[in-house]
C-alpha cells in the first residue's frame, strides 16, 4: 500500500467541505464551483472561503438567481467532460431547478443509451432555527431518493463531510449532496489528505444491542444524545447514519434489527413518503417472517415549518422526545420514563441570521 | 479567376444544401409512410417545412461544434451528420439505435458528431448549450455551440435564464429560433406579446437578427458569419430568429389542416434550391438517397429488440 499521511487535526464541518472542494480543484482542473453567492466573503458559510482567490473566478463562479438554468449549465458542462459543484444556500431554492434535475439531468444517461454522462454534485443546505420557517428549512432529500439516475448522500460528521464530498465530485453521476445548517459548525478528526467516503455504505456511530436507531442528516446529532440518555437506563442503542441515502446500505440496518429486535427511524425530515418510510419498508420485506420486530419513525411534525421558537421547539423530534420514544418502545406501552435533559447547543447558540 | 473560384465554391455549397435539404424531406416524408404500419411505436415531430435552418445553420459548423436541439429533430441530427442507420433503428425501439431503443425519435444523440441531445421538455436544452459553451470558453477551445429551439420555448424562463448568463458571460455560442409560429395548434399571436423574437433578445446585449426567408443558403450566410466573429474576434453569443414553416401536425405523420391555404402562400426551400441545381446532380442525388434510406429501413427492421437485462442498463454511469 502506498504511504499516506494519515494525520488527522480536528476541523468543523464547513472546514471540511472546503478542505475537500480546494484538494479537488488542486488534483483536477475540470472541477469547479459554481452557485449564487459563492465567491461572497461570506463564502457559503465557509464552504468556499477563499477558493476565488487560489483558483479564479472562472473555477468559482457566482451567477445569476436563475436556479433552473444554473443546473442545465452544470449539466451542459458536465457534458463537456467539466466537473461542476453547484451550491444551494438553502435546500428550499432547488425546487425551482426540477426540471432541470429531474426531467433532463437524472435521465440523461438512461435516456441516451449510454453516450452522455452527468458528473455534477449539487450540494444542498437544509435550514434550520432562528426563524427559519416555511421557505428556508425545507428538507428534500426523500424527492431525489424517488428518482433513478440521481445519488442522495447525507454525510453528518466532518470526516463524512469530506469523504463524502471527495466521492460525489469522482462519481459519473448527478449527485444531491445534502448539508445541515446545525451541522456547519461541528467540529471533529478530519485526515488532511484526500480520502473517499463510499456510496451505500451505512455507518455504526454507537455500537449497540438493545435497540436500533437510525438518524438521518441532523437527527442524527440528536440521535446520539437520546442514545446517552438511554444509557443512563442501562438500555443500548445501535445509531446507524445510513450517510448514503440513494443507494441504500440495507443491509447493515438489517443486521442490527435482527440482533436487536427494535427500531426507530428519525428522519431530518417528514416522514409520509419519506426516507423513513422507504427504509422502514425495505426492513420489513427483508426481515419478514423472521422474529418480531417493533418498529417507530420520527420526524417533522405534519406541517408547515413554523416561524415562532414555541412552535418550532415542537416541529423538530429534539433528543429527550426520541430517547423517550426508543424506551417506550422497549417496553411496548407508553411509559412515564423521563430521559435526562442533553443540551442541543448548536441549536440553541444559533443566532442567525442564517 | 478569384471570381470563378468563389462561385465554384458557392455552386458547391448550394449542391451540398440541396443534397442534405432533399435528404432529410425525403428520409421524414418516408417515416410518415412507415408511420401508420405502427413499427415506430412512439411520437415522432417531422420537420417536414422548416429544414431548412438546421441544414443552412449546420453547414456553416465543423464537426467538432456542438449542437443540442429538441424533439422535433430529425433535421437537426441528420444535418449535422448522424448516423441514419442507428436514427432509423431508433426510432423501430431497436437495440441497434443511437440510444438502444430508450431515447426513440426525440432524443437522439451523436457525441462523435457533436450532437448532444434532444429534449422532449420545451427550452430544457437551451442552458446545457450554455454550460456547454463555458466549458469551450474556459478551456479556450476554437468551436462553438449552438442552441435550437422553436418560438414556444421563448416563453420559458429558463430561456431568460440563459441568455442573461450567455450575454453576461460572452459565450461562445449561437441560439437559433426556428420560429414556426405554432406550438401545436396555438398561434404565436395568441401567447406572445411581443412577437419580434429577435428584438427581444436583443435586450440581454447580444447581437440578434431576425431572418425572414426560409432559405438555406441565407441562414447559412449568416451563421458562419456570427460563427467566425465567435473564433476570429472572439464576439458571443448571437441570436438568430429563423421565420420557417412546419407542414405537418405537431406530432405525428398527417399534413396540417390549412395546408392547402398554406402551400399557396409560401415559398418551399427545396423547390427554390431545386431550381439553382443540375438535374444530373439532381438524378444521383435521388438515386443515392433512395439506396441509403432502403438499406437503413432494411438495418432497422432486421436488427434486433434490446435484451431484457438491459432494461436495468446505464442507470448509473
Known amino acids: 500500500m502506498p504511504k499516506s499521511n494519515i494525520s488527522t487535526r480536528s476541523i468543523s464541518y464547513a472546514e471540511a467541505i472546503n478542505e475537500a472542494t480546494r484538494q479537488l480543484m488542486s488534483q483536477d482542473e475540470s472541477v469547479f464551483v459554481l452557485g449564487i453567492g459563492v465567491d461572497d466573503p461570506r463564502g457559503i458559510y465557509g464552504t468556499t472561503s477563499n477558493l476565488s482567490s487560489e483558483f479564479g473566478q472562472d473555477r468559482v463562479v457566482n451567477?445569476?438567481?436563475?436556479?433552473?438554468?444554473?443546473?442545465?449549465?452544470?449539466?451542459?458542462?458536465?457534458?463537456?467532460?467539466?466537473?461542476?459543484?453547484?451550491?444551494?444556500?438553502?435546500?428550499?431554492?432547488?425546487?425551482?431547478?426540477?426540471?432541470?434535475?429531474?426531467?433532463?439531468?437524472?435521465?440523461?444517461?438512461?435516456?441516451?443509451?449510454?453516450?452522455?454522462?452527468?458528473?455534477?454534485?449539487?450540494?444542498?443546505?437544509?435550514?434550520?432555527?432562528?426563524?427559519q420557517g416555511a421557505q428556508h428549512s425545507q428538507a428534500l432529500h426523500s424527492f431525489f431518493m424517488h428518482v433513478p439516475g440521481l445519488k442522495v448522500i447525507a454525510p453528518t460528521t466532518p470526516y463524512d463531510a469530506k469523504g463524502a464530498l471527495v466521492s460525489s465530485v469522482k462519481d459519473n453521476n448527478p449527485v444531491i449532496f445534502v448539508e445541515h445548517r446545525m451541522l456547519h459548525n461541528y467540529k471533529g478528526q478530519v485526515p488532511k489528505d484526500m480520502y473517499s467516503v463510499p456510496f451505500g455504505k451505512?455507518?455504526?456511530?454507537?455500537?449497540?444491542?438493545?435497540?436500533?436507531?437510525?438518524?438521518?442528516?441532523?437527527?442524527?446529532?440528536?440521535?446520539?444524545?437520546?442514545?446517552?440518555?438511554?444509557?443512563?437506563?442501562?438500555?443500548?442503542?445501535?445509531?446507524?447514519?445510513?450517510?448514503?441515502?440513494?443507494?441504500?446500505?440495507?443491509?447493515?440496518?438489517?443486521?442490527?434489527?435482527?440482533?436487536?429486535?427494535?427500531?426507530?427511524?428519525?428522519?431530518?425530515?417528514?416522514?409520509?413518503?419519506?426516507?423513513?418510510?422507504?427504509?422502514?419498508?425495505?426492513?420489513?420485506?427483508?426481515?419478514?417472517?423472521?422474529?418480531?420486530?417493533?418498529?417507530?419513525?420520527?420526524?417533522?411534525?405534519?406541517?408547515?415549518?413554523?416561524?415562532?421558537?414555541?412552535?418550532?421547539?415542537?416541529?423538530?423530534p429534539d433528543s429527550r422526545r426520541i430517547a423517550k420514544a426508543a424506551y417506550d418502545l422497549l417496553m411496548g406501552k407508553e411509559t412515564d420514563w423521563e430521559p435526562d435533559v442533553q443540551e442541543s447547543p448548536e441549536i440553541d447558540e444559533f443566532k442567525g441570521p442564517f | 479567376m478569384k471570381n470563378e473560384n468563389r462561385k465554384s465554391n458557392k455552386t458547391k455549397l448550394i449542391n451540398n444544401l440541396y443534397k442534405s435539404l432533399y435528404r432529410i424531406r425525403?428520409?421524414?416524408?418516408?417515416?410518415?409512410?412507415?408511420?401508420?404500419?405502427?413499427?415506430?411505436?412512439?411520437?415522432?415531430?417531422?420537420?417536414?417545412?422548416?429544414?431548412?435552418?438546421?441544414?443552412?445553420?449546420?453547414?456553416?459548423?465543423?464537426?467538432?461544434?456542438?449542437?443540442?436541439?429538441?424533439?422535433?429533430?430529425?433535421?437537426?441530427?441528420?444535418?449535422?451528420?448522424?448516423?441514419?442507420?442507428?436514427?432509423?433503428?431508433?426510432?423501430?425501439?431497436?437495440?441497434?439505435?443511437?440510444?438502444?431503443?430508450?431515447?426513440?425519435?426525440?432524443?437522439?444523440?451523436?457525441?462523435?458528431?457533436?450532437?448532444?441531445?434532444?429534449?422532449?421538455?420545451?427550452?430544457?436544452?437551451?442552458p446545457q448549450a450554455a454550460g456547454y459553451a463555458y466549458a469551450f470558453k474556459?478551456?479556450?477551445?476554437?468551436?462553438?455551440?449552438?442552441?435550437?429551439?422553436?418560438?414556444?420555448?421563448?416563453?420559458?424562463?429558463?430561456?431568460?435564464?440563459?441568455?442573461?448568463?450567455?450575454?453576461?458571460?460572452?459565450?461562445?455560442?449561437?441560439?437559433?429560433?426556428?420560429?414556426?409560429?405554432?406550438?401545436?395548434?396555438?398561434?404565436?399571436?395568441?401567447?406572445?406579446?411581443?412577437?419580434?423574437?429577435?428584438?427581444?433578445?436583443?435586450?440581454?446585449g447580444m447581437h440578434s437578427e431576425k431572418i425572414d426567408q426560409n432559405d438555406p443558403y441565407t441562414i447559412y450566410e449568416k451563421v458562419n458569419w456570427a460563427r467566425n466573429q465567435i473564433i476570429e474576434k472572439g464576439r458571443g453569443p448571437f441570436f438568430f430568429e429563423c421565420m420557417t414553416e412546419r407542414y405537418r401536425e405537431h406530432v405525428g405523420p398527417s399534413e396540417r389542416d390549412d395546408v392547402k391555404t398554406l402551400s399557396a402562400e409560401i415559398v418551399d426551400p427545396l423547390q427554390q434550391l431545386s431550381k439553382l441545381v443540375s438535374s444530373d446532380f439532381k438524378q444521383d442525388v435521388f438515386k443515392e438517397v433512395d439506396l441509403e434510406l432502403k438499406q437503413a429501413i432494411n438495418f432497422a427492421e432486421k436488427s434486433a429488440f434490446p435484451a431484457n437485462d438491459s432494461l436495468y442498463k446505464d442507470v448509473y454511469a
Open chain 1, 63 to 131: 451567477m445569476p438567481l436563475a436556479e433552473d438554468a444554473i443546473t442545465g449549465i452544470a449539466s451542459g458542462s458536465s457534458m463537456a467532460g467539466m466537473r461542476p459543484i453547484m451550491v444551494h444556500e438553502r435546500m428550499d431554492f432547488m425546487l425551482l431547478a426540477m426540471n432541470q434535475l429531474i426531467n433532463v439531468a437524472a435521465k440523461s444517461h438512461y435516456m441516451y443509451g449510454g453516450a452522455i454522462k452527468i458528473p455534477m454534485v449539487i450540494r444542498s443546505i437544509i435550514g434550520r432555527s432562528w426563524g
Open chain 1, 202 to 316: 451505512a455507518r455504526i456511530l454507537r455500537a449497540g444491542h438493545d435497540i436500533t436507531i437510525v438518524g438521518i442528516s441532523h437527527a442524527m446529532v440528536e440521535c446520539i444524545r437520546a442514545a446517552k440518555s438511554l444509557a443512563t437506563s442501562s438500555i443500548s442503542a445501535e445509531v446507524i447514519d445510513p450517510i448514503s441515502l440513494s443507494p441504500l446500505d440495507v443491509q447493515t440496518i438489517c443486521e442490527s434489527v435482527e440482533k436487536t429486535g427494535n427500531l426507530l427511524i428519525v428522519d431530518n425530515g417528514w416522514t409520509t413518503c419519506g426516507a423513513s418510510a422507504e427504509i422502514m419498508s425495505l426492513v420489513i420485506e427483508n426481515v419478514q417472517g423472521q422474529d418480531k420486530v417493533n418498529m417507530k419513525r420520527m420526524g417533522f411534525e405534519f406541517v408547515t415549518s413554523p416561524t415562532t421558537k414555541i412552535l418550532e421547539d415542537l416541529y423538530y
Open chain 2, 26 to 126: 425525403t428520409i421524414e416524408e418516408k417515416i410518415a409512410l412507415i408511420y401508420p404500419t405502427d413499427q415506430i411505436k412512439s411520437p415522432v415531430h417531422l420537420s417536414i417545412g422548416q429544414e431548412a435552418v438546421t441544414v443552412g445553420a449546420c453547414a456553416a459548423l465543423l464537426e467538432a461544434d456542438v449542437v443540442f436541439g429538441t424533439y422535433r429533430g430529425h433535421s437537426l441530427y441528420l444535418a449535422k451528420g448522424g448516423d441514419l442507420n442507428g436514427m432509423m433503428a431508433e426510432l423501430y425501439g431497436k437495440s441497434t439505435g443511437v440510444a438502444g431503443g430508450k431515447g426513440g425519435s426525440m432524443h437522439l444523440v451523436d457525441t462523435n458528431r457533436g450532437i448532444m441531445g434532444m429534449s422532449a421538455v420545451v427550452a430544457t436544452t437551451i
Open chain 2, 138 to 204: 474556459v478551456r479556450k477551445q476554437n468551436n462553438i455551440v449552438v442552441s435550437f429551439f422553436g418560438d414556444g420555448a421563448t416563453e420559458e424562463g429558463v430561456f431568460h435564464e440563459t441568455l442573461n448568463f450567455a450575454a453576461l458571460k460572452k459565450l461562445p455560442m449561437i441560439f437559433v429560433c426556428e420560429n414556426n409560429q405554432y406550438a401545436v395548434l396555438s398561434h404565436q399571436s395568441e401567447r406572445q406579446s411581443n412577437t419580434n423574437i429577435a428584438e427581444r433578445a436583443s435586450v440581454y
